[in-house]
């Protein structure tokens, strides 16, 4: 294994359709213009609710990405 050095970026996805999508759809979003995305860490998960049911979810990650 390498030596690296990382940057750490801190993201919000939302999603209608559950935490894993918010997950995917911040770090999709940060790779359109991040190169190098190696990990990620979940910090805080919360949501809207609306007529007694999930509406919305928001998930906060930490991704790290190795510096060229």
């Known amino acids: ?3 690296h050095v ?3 970026l ?3 996805g939302s999603s209608t359709e ?3 999508d918010a ?3 911040a770090i999709a979003k940060a790779g359109e213009t991040v190169r190098n995305i190696q ?3 979940v910090l805080e998960t919360r949501g809207h609710v ?3 049911k999930v509406a919305h ?3 906060t990650v930490k991704v790290g990405f190795t510096l060229e």
């Open 6 to 8: 990382y940057k750490i």
């Open 18 to 20: 559950g935490s894993d």
């Open 39 to 41: 990990w990620f860490e």
């Open 57 to 59: 979810w928001q998930v």
């Open 1 to 3: 294994m390498s030596n």
């Open 10 to 12: 801190e993201l919000t």
């Open 50 to 52: 609306t007529d007694g």
């Open 23 to 25: 997950v995917r759809r």
